[in-house]
């Protein structure tokens, strides 16, 4: 058991580096230092970010040894630099990021080697090497990001998704109410926020089979979605009127077509895929346009897990066996969504078709701990942003590795949050129509 351990935190540290130099081999030192927008860090920072967490945790905190560069834990400190200001400070140059990266990264695997797996909870299960391999894959959700906002052509490349189609597929599927369990407190790799596990009560709800779309979303649009404050949160209202917002991000309107920039290629927009890059007010204003809701967290999570027929929570929506390509657009595989209909060997017992991968989805609930929650190993990861600040996003996005999605797994964000890989599905009660039978 120990040596699977051991290899799965290998494979896993191994995949998150090949993904990282992938992004940050594909463009010019230029382009790795430039800030490409106020909102994200310049490739380069990221980088070295990468190597300077991976050595603070793994080789000071699990293997004891001395800092190798303990100058830049300042200038590498997410909490203590904005990331519109970090390019001012002290970056180290593309070529010494590379070499100061891999110097860890070897050091660590003499770690992992050497490491009994056993023995406190940091190093329980190959825990910590699990949570670096995640901070970087997260990382490199954001990297992408970053080379979504950058300007010129093309940087990355990628075959598209396997086709799909919704048609045939209900539009709406009905969630029993009743008991499930709500987190996990066996997952080995989990994340404090995703813990401990515990019994919630869901009153019965439908819920869209698939995503909404770009083709759904441009009906919102054309109805006049944008100019009607009756669906927006006043938040919202007040967003879009100050910066001018009319469309999805990275939208245009041109010759009475819809056209997306997506990573420097300037395309008709897809009605059939799911609706990508926009904030939660967003997708709010468009569920309430629809007669309808986003669903709460507690639903998304009932709707991905919950199996009817044994009763128990599985870990994702197709079972308990970790994501294959026939089951979900995972790993920046693609550099888009699937059509929604997509992956029907990863469809949940219910039916309910791509709840992991593709879009994050925004829901109604505000971030907050589970009951029992226990901040760890640092406050900084989840326990600082709790509270009405932040939505909850689930399901993970086509940038997203594996080892940091389940079906527990929780995302957040601000709901102004526009550039990140976000899309929805809507819900309504089930007294609803029940009543009025």
Not at 123 to 135: L, R, S, V
Not at 197 to 225: K, L, M, N, S, W
Not at 282 to 289: C, G, I, K, M, V
Not at 315 to 342: C, I, M, T
Request: aromatic content about 10%.
């Amino acid at each position: 058991m120990t040596e699977d351990l051991r290899l799965r935190a290998l494979d896993a540290l191994t995949a998150a580096r090949a993904r990282t130099a992938t992004l940050t081999s594909c463009v010019d030192d230029h382009e790795l230092t430039a800030q490409h927008s106020p909102l994200m860090s310049p490739l380069v920072w990221d980088l070295a970010h990468i190597g300077n967490q991976e050595e603070q945790w793994l080789l000071r905190t699990v293997a004891g040894r001395e800092a190798l560069r303990p100058e830049i834990d300042s200038v590498y400190d997410a909490f203590e630099h904005p990331r519109a200001l970090r390019p001012t400070l002290p970056l180290l140059a593309p070529a010494e990021a590379r070499a100061y990266a891999s110097d860890v990264r070897g050091r660590v695997l003499d770690v992992l080697e050497s490491t009994p797996l056993e023995g406190r909870p940091l190093i329980d299960a190959a825990f910590a090497f699990g949570m670096i391999a995640q901070h970087e894959q997260q990382h490199d959700e954001t990297m992408l990001i970053t080379h979504q906002l950058r300007k010129g052509p093309a940087a990355l490349t990628a075959p598209e998704p396997p086709a799909g189609s919704a048609q045939g597929l209900p539009a709406e599927v009905l969630v029993p109410g009743g008991p499930f369990t709500m987190g996990t407190s066996t997952e080995p790799w989990a994340l404090d926020n995703e813990r401990p596990a515990h019994q919630r009560v869901v009153q019965g709800f439908f819920i869209d089979t698939v995503p909404v779309t770009c083709g759904a979303y441009q009906a919102f649009i054309e109805d006049g979605g944008y100019t009607d404050p009756r669906w927006w949160a006043a938040e919202g209202w007040e967003q879009i009127r100050q910066h001018d917002i009319a469309a999805p991000l990275f939208w245009r309107r041109e010759g009475g077509q819809w056209l997306r920039r997506r990573f420097g290629v300037t395309e008709p927009v897809p009605a059939d895929e799911p609706v990508l890059h926009v904030s939660w007010y967003e997708a709010d204003a468009y569920a309430r346009w629809a007669g309808r809701r986003l669903p709460t967290e507690e639903e998304w999570e009932k709707a991905a897990r919950h199996d009817p027929d044994s009763g128990r929570s599985r870990r994702f929506p197709w079972g308990d066996e970790d994501p294959k390509p026939p089951y979900a657009n995972l790993g920046q595989r693609h550099l888009r969504p699937a059509p929604v209909g997509s992956y029907p060997e990863g469809e949940s017992p219910l039916g309910i078709r791509q709840l992991i991968g593709d879009v994050w989805e925004w829901t109604a609930s505000d971030f907050l701990p589970y009951p029992g929650f226990a901040a760890f190993p640092y406050p900084e990861y989840s326990e600082v942003f709790f509270g009405s600040a932040h939505k909850v996003l689930r399901g993970g996005s086509f940038a997203v590795d594996q080892v940091a999605c389940r079906g527990t797994f929780r995302n957040w964000d601000l709901p102004v949050r526009r550039q990140i890989f976000s899309g929805f599905r809507t819900a309504r009660d089930a007294h609803v129509r029940e009543e009025s039978a």
